[in-house]
C-alpha cells in the first residue's frame, strides 16, 4: 500500500519516539511499506546534538530519528521534549563536515531558510544518515512526493470540495470577461496549441482560431498571447505571451494580426505596449537562436520597451550569495551590508517591481493595453503580470484574491513548479527562486502599505513554505497538463482552503479595505532606502534576530478579546431578557446585574513578551575575557519557567501550533505529528528556550 | 536693538517657496529677528481642499526658527536670486526672490541670524506663549528627586551637596548620589584625580538586584601612573567585601592606553581591587559626526541606484554604531542584572558615550525608564543635568558645510538606539516614536530653553528656568501629550534584551529620511493629514 496513512505513520512514529528499545517498533514500521522507508539506513540515532548559531543556549542532546517522511530531533533533556521536524522534501543540500572532537557535524539546508547543524558521536552514524537524507531529499518520480501520501481527516467530499474552493472562471468573471470585447477560446482545448497554457484561455475577439494557432506557432513553446488582467474601468488589459520566433527578420501576420486584436479590444487606444522584461543584451542574442523581440517596424502601433530583469541563473546565484550573508557566524554591520549590496538580491526584486509599476501605470494612468513576455513567458512574466496585478486590483490583496492570483498567473499559465523549486531530483540550473521574488515584491509593498493588505506576513510565509513542502498538490508539477495526468486533483489535497481555513492567523489587523489609501492603485515608492532586508523570511528560524514583540499579534490577540467579549456581552444579554421575561410572568422585579460579568485581562499575558540577552560579548570590537563570568553564565539556572498559558500568548508562533503538553487545542493547526499542520515551519515546541522569560523580581 | 543691524531687508514680496512633494507657493517672505516667514495672499479659489477660513486672507505657509536653518546656499539666475535652506531637521526647500539684492541681503540676515552665539540672544529667551506659565520648582529628574525614589532601598547610597555652587566639578549638578561612606573631602579628593572634576556618582540603581551603575570621567593616571587613595576608596566602598565590580570604558584598550600620554588614563587592576575593566571601542566627536554627515548624504542620494545606496549606507558607518553603541548598553545591563555586579562607565571626559551607555542601559533594565514621565526624567537626569554639552555638540547637524567644532550626533545615536529598541518592543514603551523625531529636533533648536547650555552651571548663570519655557511642561499638556503616547503600549516589568545582530538593526527612516519632505508609506497626504504633519513637522515654532 503506497498511500500510507499519515495519521498511521504519526501514530507509529510516536510509538517509535517513545520507546527506548527502538529497534523492535523501526521493525513494525518497515511493514507499512511506505516508499522512503528503504531508503532509511538508520532510523535512529541517539545522543545528537542541535547546534544553534544565535542562541546563546547550550546545545540540546537528543534522539535524531528517521521516519518516512521527516527527519525528527527530540530533546533528552527537557521535560516537555522538544521536537524539531523537518520535512524531507524541505531539505535543499546536505553537507557532511570534517569530523571534530565531539562528532561529525552535518549541516542541513533547507529550502525554507532554516539551517540545522546537528553533530552526530558516530562518523558511521552520521554516514548513514547523510545518504539515507541524499536519497530521500531527492525523490525521482512524483509519486514519492509528500502530497502523495499526506492525508489528512478530512473525508473525501470534503477534499473534493477543497478543491472548488477557487474558480477561475469567476475570477475572470470578476474582471467583467467575457464581455463584447473579449472572449473564451476553446482552441487549446486539449492542450493541442500549447500544452504548457491551460485549456481556458481569454483571447480578443476579433482573434479568431487560425489567428491563435498562427500567432502560437511563431512564439517560443506556442505561448501565444493571453489575457491575464482586464481592467474594467478603462478597457485596458495585461497579456502575457513568449517570446517571437522572430531571428533577424522573420515576421507573422497572424501574430501581427493578435497584436492588433489586443489593441482593438481597448477601444480607443491608439497604441499598446510590448514589454520585454529581459536585460536588452539578452533579447539580442535571443535573436541569434531564432528568437527575439518583435520589431516596432513590423507590428502597427507598438510601442516596445526593454524592462531588464535578468535571468533565472543570475537570480539564482544572487539568493545564493545573500543566504551565504544570512549565514555568517558573527558578522559586522559592515559585513551585513557588504554582503547584502554584493548579493544584488535588493537590486533584483527592485526591478521586478519597477516592472510592475510601469505596467501598472500604462494600465490605470494611460488606459493603454501591454502585452508582457520574456523568453518562454513563465518566470518574468509571471512574476510582472502578477506585480502588475496587485498594483492594480484591490481583489489582490486579499486573503482569497492572493490565492486566485497565484492560480490565475502562475499555476494555470505554466510556472514550472516542480523544475524552479527542484521537488524532484533534476537540472540543477533549472532552479531559481522565481516566486520568492515575487513574495518578497509583495512583502516590500506591503512594508510600504500597511494597511492595505488583507493578508500578513505570516500569509505569505507559510504559502511559500508549502510551494516547497510538496504537501499539497496545487502547487506541484510543471503545468496543468502535467497535473491532469498526475491525477492531482483527485490524489491529492488542496492547499488554498486548508489556508483559508485557517484565515484568522493570516488576517492583518490594520487592513482597511474603506481607506483611500488602499482603494485603487497602489503606487509604491521605490527608491533604494525604502527595500528592506526581509530578515522575517531568509533569518525566520533564528529567533533571536527578530523582534521581540509583534504589533500585528497584538491586535490579533486584541481583536480575537473583543470579538469574544462581544459574544459573551450578547449571551448574557440574552439571558437577562429572558430572566427579565420570566420577572415579568411572575410579577416580580429583581436589580438589574451590575457592572461586567467576568473580566478578561485582554493583554496582561502579553507583558510576558519573552526575552533574553544575546551575546553582546562577542562583537568584533573586543574579545571578552576569557575568565569572565558572563560566559559560564548558567542560563537555565536563572530561568522562570512560563505557564503553558503565558507561553501560548507570548510566542506568537507558537500559538500558531498547538501546544501538545497543556492540550490546548488551537485554532490555527493541529500538532505536526497530526498530519495537517507545517511540520518544519513551527515544530519547535520549547517550553524553555531563550524565548522564555526572565521575570525581574 | 541689534538684530535689526542683521536685517537690511526685511520683506520681500512675489518669492516662491518649492518644497519637495509640494506645489509651489506664492507669498511674501518676511525675516525678524528668531523667524523666516512665508505667507501666501489666497488666490487659490480652485484648491476646493482647503477650509473656508483659510480661503480667503493670508496663509501662513511657513514659519521657521532660524536657528533649526543648518545652511544656506545662493545661486542667482538673472534678475531673480535662489535661496536653498538646509534645516537641522533634515528637511530641505527652496525660496526664488526677486531682486538680486533682496536675496543677497535675505541671505545673510539668515546666516547671520541663525548662528547667534549669545545664549540669551536665542529665541526661548523671547518665546512668551500666552497658555504656560514658567514655575520655579524642583527640575525634573533632579538627583535629589532621583535618590527620593530609592532611598529606602539604597541604604548605602547617600545625597551630597558637595558641589553647591559647582565648585567641584563645574559640570555635575549641585546634588550627587554617592556612597554613603564617602565623606565630602573624599569627594573632592577624588574629583581631583578625574578629569573635570567628574568623580564617580550613582547613575542608577537596580531595584531588583540592589546593584548600580555609576559613572565618572578617566582618571588622571597620566604617564607617571599617578594614584589617588580616595577615589580608589570611593570605588572600594561600592563593591562588597568578596564582589566583584566591572569597569566599563568606552574606549579601545589602545585609545585608553594612549590617553596616558595626555595625563588621562584607566583604572589599573593592581590598584582597584575586584574591579574588572572591559574595553568597549565607541565612536565619539568628530568620527561621529562625520558619519551622521555620510549618512544623510547618502538618503540624500538622486541616482535611486541600489548598490549606490547600500554601499553608501554602509560606508557611513552609522548602523555600525548604532550596533556598537547599544551592544555596550546591554554589556552593562547584563552585568547589572545577570551577574549582579556594579558597573562603572567612563570614557574620556564621561560627558558623551558615557551618557548614551548609561541611559540606554536604563532603558533596557527599567520599565520606569520607558514610560513618559520616566523617559523625560531620564533624559534630564542623564543627559541634561549630568552635562552633556548640548549648545556645543548640536550647532550644526549634517547638511552644514561649516568647519565643525565640537559637534557630534551623540543625542541623536542615543535617540536613533531608542528607536531601534522601540523598533523591537513596540508595546514596551508608553511613548511614540513621534516623541523621539521631536527630540531630535529639539536638541537641535527649540522654542523651549531646556537644551540650552552646556551645563547646569550656565543655566544657572544664565537663569535659563526662569527665563524659558521647558519643553516637558509642553509636552505634558494632555493634548500634546496624546500625540507623543504609543496606543499599543502595555506596561512590561521584564527587561528588554534587544537583539544587536545586523539583519535586525534598521535605518531610522522617520527621522533620516525626512530630507524628501514628508513621505510616509508612498502615501499622499490628505489636506487633513498634510496640516497634522506640518503641524508636527513645526510643532517647535507655532504656538
Known sequence: ?697 | MEFSEHIKTSYVDNVVLSRPFRPPVKGTLCVTSHHLLLSSRQEREQDADLDPDEKDGDTLELLLLLKGIDAVEKRSTGSYGTITIKCKDLCIFQLEIPGMTECLNIASSIEALSALDSVTELYPFFYRPETMKIEKKIPEGSSEEFFGQIAHQADKWRLSSVNKDFSVCPTYPEAVIVPKQTSDEMLMAAAKFRQGGRFPVLSYYHKTTGKVIMRSSQPLVGAQKKRCQEDEELLGEVLNNSERGFIVDTRSAQLAQQARITGGGFESKSNYHNWKRLHRNMERGKNLQESLIKLVDACNDQTHNMDRWLSKLENSKWLSHVQSTLSTACLVAECVEREGCPVLVHGSDGTDTTLLVTSLAQLVLDPECRTLIGFQTLICREWIQAGHPFQQRCTHLALSHARLRNEAPIFLLFLDCCWQLHHQFPLAFQFSETLLIQLAQEAYFSNFGTFLCDTEKDRHAFQVKEKTFSFWDWMNNPAVLKTFTNPLYQRNELVIWPSVWPHSLHLWQGNHLKMGGVVINGLEFSPDEKKLAAARGHAGYKF
Request: proline share 5%; with cysteine.
Open chain 1, 1 to 697: 500500500m503506497r498511500y500510507c496513512s499519515q495519521e498511521v505513520l504519526a501514530e507509529r512514529g510516536r510509538n517509535v519516539l517513545l520507546c527506548t528499545a527502538g529497534a523492535a517498533p523501526a521493525r513494525h514500521w518497515l511493514d507499512s511499506g511506505a516508499l522512503a522507508m528503504e531508503y532509511i539506513r538508520t532510523p535512529k540515532v541517539e545522543n545528537v546534538r542541535l547546534i544553534d548559531r544565535v542562541s546563546t543556549r547550550k546545545a540540546p542532546l537528543g534522539t535524531l530519528y528517521l521516519t518516512a517522511t521527516h527527519i525528527i530531533f527530540v530533546e533528552n533533556a527537557s521535560e516537555a521534549r522538544k521536537e524539531t521536524w523537518v520535512l524531507y522534501s524541505q531539505i535543499c543540500t546536505l553537507e557532511k563536515q570534517p569530523t571534530t572532537a565531539t562528532g561529525c557535524p552535518l549541516l542541513i539546508r533547507c529550502k525554507n531558510f532554516q539551517v540545522i547543524l546537528f553533530i552526530i558521536p558516530q562518523e558511521k552514524d552520521c554516514h548513514d544518515v547523510y545518504i539515507s537524507l541524499i536519497r530521500l531529499s531527492r525523490p525521482e518520480k512524483y509519486e514519492e512526493l509528500y502530497c502523495f501520501s499526506f492525508n489528512p481527516k478530512i473525508d473525501k467530499e470534503q477534499r473534493e470540495q477543497a478543491w472548488n474552493f477557487l474558480d477561475l472562471k469567476a475570477e475572470y468573471n470578476r474582471m467583467g470577461v467575457p464581455n463584447s470585447l473579449w472572449q473564451l477560446t476553446t482552441v487549446n482545448r486539449d492542450y493541442g496549441v500549447c500544452d504548457t497554457y491551460p485549456t481556458e484561455i481569454y483571447v480578443p475577439k476579433s482573434a479568431t482560431p487560425p489567428i491563435i494557432v498562427g500567432s502560437s506557432k511563431f512564439r517560443s513553446r506556442g505561448r501565444f498571447p493571453a489575457l491575464s488582467y482586464y481592467n474594467q474601468g478603462n478597457h485596458a488589459s495585461i497579456c502575457r505571451s513568449s517570446q517571437p520566433l522572430s531571428g533577424f527578420s522573420a515576421r507573422c501576420l497572424e501574430d501581427e494580426q493578435m497584436l492588433q486584436a489586443i489593441m482593438k479590444a481597448n477601444p480607443g487606444s491608439e497604441f499598446m505596449y510590448v514589454v520585454d522584461t529581459r536585460p536588452k543584451l539578452n533579447a539580442m542574442a535571443n535573436r541569434a537562436a531564432g528568437k527575439g523581440y518583435e520589431n516596432e517596424d513590423n507590428y502597427s502601433n507598438i510601442k516596445f520597451q526593454f524592462i531588464g530583469i535578468e535571468n533565472i541563473h543570475v537570480m539564482r546565484n544572487s539568493l545564493q550569495k545573500m543566504l551565504e550573508v544570512c549565514e555568517l557566524k558573527s558578522p559586522s554591520m559592515g559585513d551585513f551590508l557588504w554582503g547584502l549590496e554584493n548579493s544584488g538580491w535588493l537590486k533584483h526584486i527592485k526591478a521586478i517591481l519597477d516592472a510592475g509599476i510601469f505596467i501598472a501605470k500604462a494600465v490605470a494612468e494611460e488606459a493603454i493595453s501591454v502585452l508582457v513576455h520574456c523568453s518562454d513567458g513563465w518566470d518574468r512574466t509571471a512574476q510582472v503580470c502578477s506585480v502588475a496585478s496587485l498594483l492594480l486590483d484591490p481583489f489582490y490583496r486579499t486573503l482569497k484574491g492572493f490565492m486566485v492570483l497565484i492560480e490565475k498567473d502562475w499555476v494555470s499559465f505554466g510556472h514550472k513548479f516542480t523544475h524552479r523549486y527542484n521537488h524532484l531530483d533534476g537540472d540543477p540550473k533549472e532552479v531559481s527562486p522565481v516566486i520568492d521574488q515575487f513574495t518578497e515584491c509583495v512583502w516590500q509593498l506591503m512594508e510600504q502599505f500597511p494597511c492595505a493588505f488583507e493578508y500578513n506576513e505570516r500569509f505569505l510565509i507559510h504559502v511559500h513554505n508549502h510551494i516547497y513542502s510538496c504537501q499539497y498538490g496545487n502547487l506541484m508539477c510543471n503545468s496543468q497538463k502535467e497535473r491532469e495526468e498526475m491525477r492531482i486533483r483527485e490524489r491529492t489535497h488542496s492547499l488554498w482552503a486548508y489556508l483559508w481555513e485557517n484565515r484568522v492567523d493570516y488576517m492583518n489587523p490594520l487592513y482597511r479595505p474603506d481607506h483611500s489609501q488602499t482603494q485603487g492603485v497602489l503606487r509604491p515608492v521605490t527608491t533604494p532606502y525604502y527595500f528592506k532586508f526581509w530578515r522575517g523570511m531568509y533569518n525566520r528560524f533564528e529567533k533571536g534576530m527578530h523582534p521581540r514583540q509583534s504589533a500585528v499579534d497584538f491586535l490579533m490577540a486584541i481583536r480575537e478579546e473583543t470579538q469574544q467579549l462581544q459574544e459573551e456581552l450578547e449571551a448574557q444579554e440574552e439571558k437577562i431578557a429572558k430572566l427579565e421575561k420570566v420577572q415579568m410572568k411572575n410579577g416580580k422585579l429583581l436589580p438589574k446585574p451590575k457592572g461586567r460579568v467576568k473580566h478578561f485581562g485582554p493583554s496582561t499575558s502579553d507583558n510576558s513578551i519573552a526575552n533574553t540577552p544575546q551575546d553582546y560579548v562577542s562583537g568584533s570590537v573586543c574579545t571578552f575575557p576569557n575568565e569572565s563570568p558572563l560566559q559560564q553564565l548558567d542560563m537555565e539556572n536563572s530561568l522562570l519557567i512560563l505557564t503553558k498559558e503565558t507561553l501560548k500568548c507570548s510566542d506568537p508562533d507558537l500559538s500558531a501550533n498547538s501546544d501538545q503538553e497543556s492540550g490546548v487545542a488551537d485554532l490555527s493547526c493541529r500538532s505536526p505529528s497530526g498530519g495537517d499542520s507545517l511540520p518544519s515551519e513551527d515544530s519547535v515546541k520549547d517550553p524553555d528556550s531563550d524565548e522564555a522569560t526572565y521575570v525581574a523580581a
